[in-house]
Each structure stands twice: as C-alpha cells, then as structure tokens.
C-alpha cells in the first residue's frame, strides 16, 4: 500500500542551527501538506500546495520557516534558525485534489527537538 | 473560521465495550465535512471514519459509527467491541469544501484495558 515518506524520523538539532526535512506523497497526489503538532495538541496546517504552487502558507512562520515543491511532487520544510519553540512533530500529508471530502493521508511525521 | 473541541482529554474503556468520543465544531460554511482521525504511538496518523455534513444519515466503518447532530454542531465517534489495537490518540477534525486544510480539536487519549 502507497505511503507518504518522510525523513528524518527524528532531529535533535541546538538552537540556532538550520534544518530542513523531507516529505514525497503518495504517487499522483496533487495536494501536499505540511502540519505542525506540538505535544499534546492536535495538529496544525503550516502550508498547503497544490502541485508546485502555494495554496496557504497563513499560519507560516515566514521570518524562519520556507517550504518549496519544485516539480510538484516531493517537498522540503526548512527552519533557519531554528528556536527552542519550535520543538514538536512536523507531519506531511498528502491528498488527491484539493475537495474537502478528499481523504488526506498522512506520513509517520519527524519529531524535531530543540536544544 | 473553523473550531474543533474535544472536552475529554483521556478516555478509558474496558476490551470488548462501547466507548463514545466526544467532539463539538463550529463552522460558518454550509459545506464541510467532519473527520475522525486515529494516531497511534509511533505510528501515522490514519482516517478512521468520515461524514459529509449535508448527509443526515451517520457515517458507519465496522465497528466505527458517528452521532452526527448538525444542529447542535456536535459529532460523536463511537467505537463498539473496542479492541486493544484501538489504543490511540483520536482527533475530530473538520474541512469546508472550498478549503482542504484540515482543522484538528486537541484529541483525546483512548487507552483499553484488557
């Protein structure tokens, strides 16, 4: 069964320092989303393409955070610097269109933690 | 804009009973849809039972069903013979038609105990 992939599973990084991850959607899934959820909460939308384009990217932090999807399929989040903050499980998802009664399907995430 | 709530953050359940989720929403839109997710440990988070808002009749998955109360903005997740594999965080989530993101209340923990 077709999976959303993403890497790493796990980052320790200190504060100050960049990362980025990595997410590929399930084959032929135009829709890709990249939520954040901190412990404890339910998760929340960070950006939302469609193929390569950005559809909402509201509730992004654009002063540390960039997320790109050059050829419509896989996506990279990247945080630069990052902030002690911004420890929390960062999950993509991907969906066939961008309906609302489309099923989104969601990888196993990366727990990013802060030092 | 789209609220979720979930006033039950841990919910226990004896294996094999019936166990009911609660979720309330508010929404402005007159088409959305309402979602149950489960998160297991470790684990994706996966789809366990989806509701159209403009269908009266609940959604029903197995041993998965909703009480759907458009007009009180409320929907329920029932789980019936719950099984130790149903141990999860479970969010209620809802998406209007025009907007796909999907908005997630806080979740509830669902442990089964054997």
């Known amino acids: 069964e077709a999976e959303v992939a993403q890497s790493p599973r796990y980052k320790i990084t200190e504060k100050s320092q960049a990362v980025a991850f990595w997410c590929d959607p399930i084959s032929g899934h135009a829709t890709l989303y990249w939520y954040r959820q901190i412990l404890g909460q339910g998760p929340e939308l960070l950006v939302q393409?469609?193929?390569?384009?950005?559809?909402?990217d509201s509730q992004l932090p654009k002063d540390r955070f960039s997320a790109e999807r050059l050829k419509g399929v896989d996506s990279t989040l990247k945080i630069q610097p990052a902030e002690l903050g911004d420890s929390a499980m960062y999950l993509c998802a991907s969906s066939f269109s961008t309906r609302g009664k489309n099923i989104q399907y969601f990888g196993a995430g990366t727990r990013l933690s802060v030092l | 804009a789209q609220t979720v709530t979930q006033s039950q953050p841990e919910m226990s359940v004896q294996e094999a009973e019936t166990v009911t989720l609660s979720c309330t929403y508010d929404t402005s839109e007159s088409d959305y849809y309402l979602f149950w997710y489960k998160q297991p440990p470790s684990r994706q988070m996966i789809l366990v039972i989806r509701?159209?808002?403009?269908?009266?009749q609940n959604a029903t998955e197995n041993r998965f069903s909703v009480n759907f109360q458009k007009a009180a903005k409320s929907f329920s997740l029932k789980i019936s013979d719950s099984q130790l594999g149903d141990a999860a965080m479970y969010f209620c989530?809802?998406?209007?038609?025009?907007?796909?993101?999907?908005?997630f209340g806080q979740g509830t923990r669902l442990t089964i105990n054997p």
């Open positions: 509701q159209e808002a403009y269908k009266q």
């Open positions: 989530a809802s998406a209007s038609q025009g907007a796909q993101k999907l908005v």
């Open positions: 393409f469609q193929d390569e384009s950005v559809v909402d």
